[in-house]
């Protein structure tokens, strides 16, 4: 299955989501990922998809007139590591009739291969991320394959500024204790100018990491917000530690009330007393698991418990 959703975004509304792999497949082990650490880093680009199928697939997704905002490459990897990228987007154009912008969100790691920043110039939306100034916290937060370096990292998202005419909103994800200090934020800044986003998404790490992880306080994300300037936003509500660790209990719930009965999106956020967002985001996560499936009823798209 190569698509999922479309999933409540707080950036891009509704997201209907395309997974090129069939496993994490990445070049970074970021302590924050909700896919778990990369079980072998790559960096090698590879061909996956069968194109047959990601038209069969695509067609009948189409057929069933959802609410769709945007066409979003991300899933289960680095999307930038699988090939063709630019033909994969001119299928979904050709479709759909150039009916919806794409996005595609990257790490920014390959973004030094100028053959990936042409390909992605035919998406209308590059959200990619940048999540320390520095080399030695680029190592702890990232984990990237030995081949990339923070340099070539940073080179790569001024080129693709340069070269790109669509919409660049660069992400960072603030950890506490780690790169929301407000030294390194002030270097950020620094490579911020010279990169010259569109927007920059604030993000925070509240969905489950396989380290812990910690929030920096919402004092400091105002802070750092000011530090950045007008282009920042914080595109993840800032959570206390209780309200943190009831998140990671999310995907439990859900569990729990389907195994009662199926539900849609609008139910569980009503019923379980969560933000839809949110509750999307851990729905998504439960659909790549194969724990629960997807159903059309009357029009709606209804979750139920994988047998």
Excluded at 188 to 207: Q, S, T, Y
Excluded at 232 to 242: C, D, G, N, R, W
Excluded at 267 to 274: P, T, Y
């Amino acid at each position: 299955m190569y698509f999922y959703g479309p999933v409540l975004s707080r950036r891009l509304g509704f997201s209907l989501g395309i997974d090129l792999f069939s496993k994490k497949t990445c070049d970074f082990s970021c302590i924050y990922c909700q896919l778990g650490k990369t079980p072998k880093k790559r960096i090698r680009r590879i061909s996956q998809i069968n194109w047959t199928e990601f038209k069969k697939e695509l067609r009948n997704i189409l057929k069933k007139n959802l609410k769709i905002d945007c066409f979003t490459l991300s899933g289960s990897g680095e999307p930038t590591l699988h090939k063709n990228l630019d033909k994969i987007i001119s299928l979904i154009k050709k479709e759909t009739k150039n009916k919806y912008p794409i996005c595609v969100i990257t790490n920014s790691s390959l973004l030094y291969k100028k053959e990936i920043r042409k390909e992605l110039r035919k998406a209308e939306i590059i959200i990619p991320s940048l999540d320390a100034a520095s080399f030695n916290l680029f190592k702890k937060i990232n984990n990237p394959h030995p081949q990339i370096k923070l340099s070539k990292v940073i080179e790569g998202l001024i080129n693709l500024r340069r070269e790109f005419k669509g919409k660049i909103y660069l992400e960072i994800m603030l950890i506490k204790g780690l790169n929301d200090g407000l030294k390194e934020i002030e270097k950020l800044k620094k490579i911020i100018e010279k990169i010259n986003p569109d927007k920059v998404h604030l993000n925070l790490p509240i969905r489950p990491t396989p380290e812990k992880v910690n929030l920096p306080s919402q004092n400091k994300l105002e802070k750092i917000k000011k530090i950045i300037g007008d282009k920042a936003f914080l595109v993840t509500p800032s959570l206390k530690a209780k309200q943190y660790k009831d998140s990671l209990k999310i995907k439990e719930k859900i569990l729990e009330f389907l195994k009662r009965r199926p539900a849609n999106l609008e139910e569980l956020s009503i019923c379980l007393g969560e933000n839809s967002s949110l509750i999307s985001k851990h729905l998504s996560m439960l659909l790549k698991e194969k724990r629960i499936r997807k159903r059309f009823h009357k029009g709606k798209l209804n979750f139920l418990i994988n047998d």
